[in-house]
Every structure is written in C-alpha cells, then in structure tokens.
C-alpha cells in the first residue's frame, strides 16, 4: 500500500524552516490526506529509466483495491518506459497515446485488452479532450473512490520540444485539475534536473516535487511537498 510504504521508509525527514524532526508519521498522514484529496505529482531528475519506473509502479498502485488507470504517452520520448497493463481482475486501464509519422500510436506492446486512442501531435487540446474524456467516463462507469483513478503521464519533455510552454502549462492544468476533481492522483514525468526553468514553470500545478536518482546505494527518491515546507532529503526507493 502506498502509505503504508511511505511510513515505512520516511524515518528521517528535515523541513526548510530549520532543525531536522524525525516524524514519518506526519509527513505519512500528508501523503494520506493528498490520496483522499486527490493530487498531482512531478516525477524529475536526469537519470535512466530504471528510476522513473520504479517511482511509476509505486504510485500506480498494487492490486488488492481497484484501479481504474489512465496512461497516457507523447510522441518521441519515454521517461518509465512502463509498458500499460491492466491492473487486476478487479481494474481496468487504457491508454491515450499521440501518434508518430506513421500514424500510428507510440509505445508498442500494449496487450489488445485495453482501450488505446490515438491522437494526432500538431494541437494539445485534442491530447488534454481525450484524457479528460477518459477520466469522466471512468468516474460515469464506477463513480470513482478516492485513489481509485490512477493516471501516469509519460512524458512532458517532448510537448515543452515541439509546444509553446504557456501552452503545455494551460493542458496540465486542465488534465491536474480533472485528476483532482475525482479524487486521483496523478505523477507527470519530465526527467529533468530539479532546478530547471521548466520545472520551476510547472510545480505550482502540482501537489509534490518528487526527484528520482540511482544513487551508490540504489535507487532513491527526495520528496518537496510544496506549500508544506517539507522535503524529505534523499532516501530509499
């Protein structure tokens, strides 16, 4: 369970208004409070796939409660390159993919279960219509519990390449919005360091800052819940 995951490896935490209090249990009851809420979160760092991956899978969800989930994949670019798979036999997924020269939608080996739509990649609002009408007929169909919806965003990168970036600001903000409005949580990969221009852009659209490295020690995570003045240094991911 994500929570209870978070519990387990938030031992230490330090916060930006000085000292360093060990409370795991607060920052975990946060992170609770952000899945019954709905939230956003902005996967970052400049690192191989295997980083991003591992954050995806984590906040997808596991199999024991429902998930309805949302994948969606820009054109010419892969950050988790996590393949979609339905979630159990209690969930359901599909995909909303732009397509490449050829036509047809990126990121092959979809299994034929689940729903993909493809959508040309000249103008974004057909890109942010088809997610949001994705996650509204989800929320007709099942009424959607919070955390129920799960929605992952692979990548920003390509869209900030070939768009204006007033433009990509004005799409996550309708797709966040929509995500926050049934109670979802959705993460937004955009491998970049931390203090990049584009991400100081984005974060005010998003719930926490999440940066993903592979460290000497494995892989690892540092989490900036914005607005709380909590950042969790570098630990285990």
């Known amino acids: 369970m994500f929570i209870i995951d978070c519990v387990r490896i938030f031992g230490r935490m330090r916060t930006d208004h000085g000292g360093g209090v060990p409370d795991s ?4 009851q946060t992170l609770s409070s952000l899945k ?5 979160i902005l996967l970052v760092g400049r690192t191989s796939g295997t980083a991003h991956r591992a954050a ?14 949302v994948y969606v994949y820009t ?3 892969e950050s988790c390159g996590y393949t979609a798979t339905p979630p159990g036999a209690d969930g359901s997924a599909c995909v909303v993919t732009q ?3 050829d036509g047809d939608g990126v990121h092959g080996g979809v299994p034929s279960s689940i729903d993909r739509t493809v ?3 000249q103008l974004l609002a057909s890109l942010g219509r088809e997610v949001i009408d994705a996650v509204a007929e989800y929320d007709d169909e099942f009424e959607l519990a919070p955390a129920e919806l799960r929605l992952c965003f692979d990548s920003v990168t390509p869209l900030l390449r070939e768009h204006k970036s007033e433009n990509v600001f004005r799409l996550l903000h309708m797709v966040t919005s929509r995500v926050r409005e049934v109670d979802g ?10 203090d990049s ?3 100081h852009l984005l974060e005010p659209l998003f719930d926490a800052i999440v940066e993903v490295r592979e460290g000497e020690d494995g892989l690892q995570q540092r989490w900036d819940l914005r607005d709380r003045g909590t950042d969790t240094g570098w630990i285990e991911l």
């Open 25 to 28: 249990t607060a920052f975990a």
């Open 36 to 40: 019954q809420e709905g939230s956003n």
């Open 56 to 69: 995806c899978e984590r906040l997808l969800g596991d199999g024991e409660d429902p998930r309805r989930r």
């Open 75 to 77: 054109a010419g670019n």
């Open 99 to 101: 397509a490449t020269e």
């Open 119 to 121: 959508v040309g990649n």
């Open 185 to 194: 949580m959705g993460h937004f990969h955009l491998p970049l360091g931390r």
């Open 197 to 199: 221009d584009y991400v």
